[in-house]
T-cell receptor, first 114, second 112 residues
Framework: ETGVTQSPTHLIKTRGQQVTLRCSSQSGHNTVSWYQQALGQGPQFIFQYYREEENGRGNFPPRFSGLQFPNYSSELNVNALELDDSALYLC?????????????FGPGTRLTVT | GENVEQHPSTLSVQEGDSAVIKCTYS??????FPWYKQELGKRPQLIIDIRSNVGEKKDQRIAVTLNKTAKHFSLHITETQPEDSAVYFC???????????WGAGTKLIIKP
């Protein structure tokens, strides 16, 4: 059974640019949630994808968008990057939708916006 | 909005002693309460969770208790070891949009 993987590990972008982050879910999991974790804080929920549809969203603007593919892997896209978008982006996969299923995290992508 | 409050923000205990971290939640519909351990530069790892139909759950040196009436839950670590040093996060689910709401974290320091 393979765990959750994310790519890239680190990324440096300039303000105003766009970025795509990728996540492969754990085998047998059909749901992916994305989180933003600023330094010294807990993860903040961005959105969740279940069977290729957005299934719930936190307090993030529309420039944060996502996709889920038939193999349940997922992408997080951020447009018009701002300095405050610098953070660790975590994806978590789970065996079902909602917030009451065990979520297993990937290693994260560290995004730095300059 | 809904939130989870976590205390203390930092906890320093002598190796071998017990550590207790407490969280309170606001959404009375919450029914799932996981605890995660995050070591520096690493991913959060699920260490134990509890659902609202039970009051206590134990896994070796780790236990979680839930008081639904008071809307609080606690993590108990006994016989602490150096490898327990990390940041611990509590969370609860929010039924309305399927998200987990996270506490701000507790930095646990185990003194040798």
């Amino acid at each position: 059974e393979t765990g959750v993987t994310q790519s890239p590990t680190h990324l440096i972008k300039t303000r105003g640019q766009q970025v795509t982050l990728r996540c492969s879910s754990q085998s047998g999991h059909n749901t992916v949630s994305w989180y933003q974790q600023a330094l010294g804080q807990g993860p903040q929920f961005i959105f969740q994808y279940y069977r290729e549809e957005e299934n719930g969203r936190g307090n993030f603007p529309p420039r944060f968008s996502g996709l889920q593919f038939p193999n349940y892997s997922s992408e997080l896209n951020v447009n018009a990057l701002e300095l405050d978008d610098s953070a660790l982006y975590l994806c978590a996969s789970s065996p079902g939708w909602g917030g009451e299923n065990e979520q297993y995290f990937g290693p994260g992508t560290r995004l730095t916006v300059t | 909005g809904e939130n989870v409050e976590q205390h203390p923000s930092t906890l320093s205990v002598q190796e071998g002693d017990s550590a207790v971290i407490k969280c309170t939640y606001s959404d009375s519909a919450s029914n799932y309460f996981p605890w995660y351990k995050q070591e520096l530069g690493k991913r959060p790892q699920l260490i134990i969770d509890i659902r609202s139909n039970v009051g206590e759950k134990k896994d070796q040196r780790i236990a979680v208790t839930l008081n639904k009436t008071a809307k609080h839950f606690s993590l108990h670590i006994t016989e602490t070891q150096p490898e327990d040093s990390a940041v611990y996060f509590c969370a609860s689910n929010m039924d309305s949009n399927y998200q987990l709401i996270w506490g701000a974290g507790t930095k646990l320091i185990i003194k040798p």
